[in-house]
Structures are given as C-alpha cells and as structure tokens.
C-alpha cells in the first residue's frame, strides 16, 4: 500500500523551515584562494549576522596574502546560468556586486538586477591597481555604466573613489564624502559608503553620504598593520544586515562595528598581510569563562538583528 505524501514528516515540516529560513544574500564575486575577499569572505560575513549567502562565482584571483598576480575570469553564461539557477529556487532580499572580472560578466549581472529591480543593490569597487591599466579602464566604464544606475548603496575607499569618480578633481583639498557622492548621484547611485578618511588624531573615519547631507560618520583607531579583505567584509556584512531588514543607517553602523572588531582580532596566515577574523565572535568555551567578569568581546548576537532558528 502506498505511503499517504501528507503523513511524510519531513512534508510537513518544509513549509514551517521555509518560513524561518534566514534572509538570502545573492553576492556576484570571485573566488579569493587566499580567504582575504570574494566568495568566501561573504559567505563568513552572511553566516556571522545570521543570513545567507548565494555565491555566484564570476572567476577566480590568482594571489596570496601578500599581492594579486592575476585573475581568470568564467564565461558570462556561466555566471548567468548560476544566478538564474538560486533566483528561480530561492527568494532573495539584496544582491551584492564585488569584483567580477569583465565588462561581459557585469553585463549580465547588470541584466539580472533589471529583473529583481525591487532588490537593494550593494556594490563594492575594491583597489584594481593590480591589474593592467586597458582592463582596468574598461572594466570601470562598464561597472559606471552598467551597475551604478543600479546600486543602492556604493562601497570603496576615498582614494579608490576619488581616482575613479573624480579624475579631474583640482582643488588643492582633496574630495569629501559629499563630493564623490555627488559624483556616484549623477550615475544614479543615491547612497556612497565612504572609507579611509584619515584624521590626524591617529583615527579613520568612514562617512555614509549623499550628495546633499552626511548620514552616519564613524571614526575608530588606526590599527598597526595593512590588512587585505576590508573592503569585502564592509560590503558584504552591510548587504546581510540589509537583507536582515534593518534600515540603512542602523546597517551601516553595525557594519562598521563588525569590521572593526574584525581587523582588531584580525590575523596574518602567510607572510603578506594581516586578514580579518570574521568570526571574531566565535568564543571557546575557555574565552567565554574568561570573559565573564567582564564585558568581553561581541558574539554574533550583537551583529543579528533578526535572530534565524534555522540550523546550518
């Protein structure tokens, strides 16, 4: 006799897993083999404020810790292919763009974000000065012409910005928050994340802006090192607590707080730079003894804005 499909126990729970599943980030990025960036640094950062990340590779880096030697890019299709697959099967509350390779994979990208134009969009422009300058240049036009008119929010530091929004800039001061913000409005981006101001006090500041008003500034210490996937873990944790739902700006100063805690526990694996320990928040059991006289360090909790029952 045939088992009723109604009396499956594992039926008639999937719509009750479904319904407590954590938000989905879908993050457009190349693999990074030494963990600094890419892929798995959003997956880590998604995982750590309790989303999910949908990784659609768009090539891979050639680097260690201490430089990027080169990058091997897929085909287009195959990025496509990837994205259509997770957006067919799965609900998604933001996408996130990294670093993807090639004008022919932005274009892609830029066609699939038109379809889910109601999905806050989050792009990080990371430092190129790796690669050639004819790749460069062309990749930068079409990321300003393809995925600007898009994004909700860009992410990059000032001087990354400054060369690539402003290359004529004359004044004898360098560009503020504003000023780049104002250049990313007329590509039709309304919000620019700003970092690595420099204040003389031996602090950074970061800035979310538009072209009109400063929305949220943070300073926090100057760390004693160069650390290589900020960028990435800014951009990438940003994107989960927005697909968590929390408003902009409560996002961005939980994002700037996990980064900071990142980088201050952050690590040097190989002999180049120092990474960020994205899971910071993961005590022992031994720390968590330790720590319970005092305040100790932040736990995921801190950094979930929307706590997800769902096991991973």
């Known amino acids: 006799m045939a088992q009723d499909p109604s009396s499956d126990p594992s039926r008639l729970t ?7 599943a954590p938000p989905c980030v879908l993050v457009f990025n190349a693999n990074d083999p030494s963990g600094a960036g890419g892929v798995a640094a959003d997956a880590l950062c998604c995982a750590s404020v309790g989303a999910h990340a949908l990784p659609v590779l768009t090539g891979s880096l050639v680097r260690d810790t201490a430089e990027v030697f080169d990058h091997i890019a897929f085909d287009e299709e195959a990025v496509a292919e990837q994205a259509r697959s997770v957006l067919e099967d799965m609900g998604v509350q933001v996408i996130k763009v990294g670093f993807c390779g090639t004008p022919e994979n932005l274009s892609v990208i830029a066609e699939i974000a038109s379809d889910y134009a109601e999905l806050p969009l989050v792009a990080y ?37 400054w060369r690539w929004l402003l290359p004529d800039w004359s004044s ?12 990313a409005a007329d590509m039709g981006v309304p919000y620019v994340l700003v970092t690595g101001l420099t204040q003389p006090d031996q602090h950074i500041e970061n800035v979310l802006a538009t072209a ?13 090192a160069i650390f290589a996937g900020a960028g990435d873990t800014l951009s990438g944790v940003l994107a989960a607590l927005l697909a968590s739902g929390a408003d902009l700006e ?17 690590f040097r694996p190989g002999m180049g730079l120092v990474l960020p320990d994205r899971l910071f928040w993961a005590e022992t059991d031994e720390d968590a003894d330790d720590a319970s006289d005092d305040d100790g360090p932040a736990t995921a909790e801190d950094f979930s804005l929307h706590r997800h029952e769902t096991k991973h």
Do not use: K
Request: net charge negative.
């Open 172 to 183: 004898e001061r360098s560009p503020g928050p504003r000023d780049l913000a104002a250049a």
């Open 125 to 161: 422009m990371p430092n190129l000065s790796w690669w050639q300058d004819e790749h460069i240049e062309a990749y930068l036009d079409a990321f300003r012409e393809l995925i600007l008119p898009q994004t909700t929010v860009l992410v990059g530091n000032l001087n990354t910005l």
């Open 212 to 224: 009109h008003t400063v929305l949220l500034s943070q300073r926090f210490e100057r760390l004693d």
């Open 14 to 20: 999937l719509s009750d897993e479904r319904s407590g």
């Open 250 to 266: 409560t996002a961005t100063h939980e994002a700037l707080n996990y980064l900071d805690q990142s980088l201050d526990s952050g």
